[in-house]
């Protein structure tokens, strides 16, 4: 028991070391030396948790990933080509009520950030496969679609929060709401989707 909460006080350090050096980073690479000094560990330590900081990356991949994933499960595909907006907002309401550091790692530092990038990919093949079940799109069709979809709300959001833009939430809806029916019907593929 007792190693259990160490081992749980050890992962604690090491990740609020990462996500510390993350933030104050402008972009540059993070090493292994720079974060166990941070976390007051070792770096035997730190690869008892992780083999790289690859590794620890692909950590927050996963949880972001899965939560994100879980929260676009809520409503159908039905549901969100009737409700143009709700996809919006369930992103939204993700970064609205989850961890700063979540929406740092997605938004803030999303040019460029290999767990921004990640988390998108993911996202952009699990929505991507769900499209393929409702629509007759081949995989390329669904992943592009899904890409431009998602895409454009995440960069929406990230402009939004960045500070870059001034709209307010219905604001970017409206905007957003108009613009992806729009750049969807130019695909030509008989997607329909309603006010």
Do not use: C
Not at 27 to 37: F, H, M, N, P
Not at 99 to 110: C, E, P, S, V, W
């Amino acid at each position: 028991m007792a190693t259990d909460k160490r081992a749980q006080r050890t992962e604690a350090a090491i990740k609020t070391a990462y996500e510390s050096l993350l933030q104050a980073s402008d972009g540059k690479r993070i090493r292994v030396s720079d974060l166990t000094a941070k976390a007051g560990i070792n770096r035997k330590t730190f690869y008892l948790h992780y083999d790289t900081i690859e590794d620890l990356e692909e950590s927050y991949v996963e949880d972001i990933s899965a939560d994100l994933e879980n929260r676009l499960r809520s409503h159908s595909l039905e549901e969100y080509t009737h409700q143009r907006g709700l996809m919006l907002e369930v992103l939204a309401d993700f970064f609205d009520s989850n961890r700063d550091f979540y929406t740092f790692a997605i938004l803030k530092d999303g040019n460029g950030s290999s767990i921004s990038n990640r988390v998108e990919t993911r996202l952009v093949q699990h929505y991507g496969e769900v499209m393929q079940t409702v629509y007759p799109l081949d995989q390329d069709q669904a992943i592009l679609l899904a890409s431009f979809i998602l895409g454009t709300m995440l960069n929406g959001l990230r402009l939004q929060m960045s500070g870059v833009t001034n709209f307010s939430r219905s604001e970017l809806r409206g905007l957003i709401t108009r613009l992806i029916p729009t750049g969807l019907s130019s695909f030509g593929l008989g997607l329909h989707f309603e006010d």
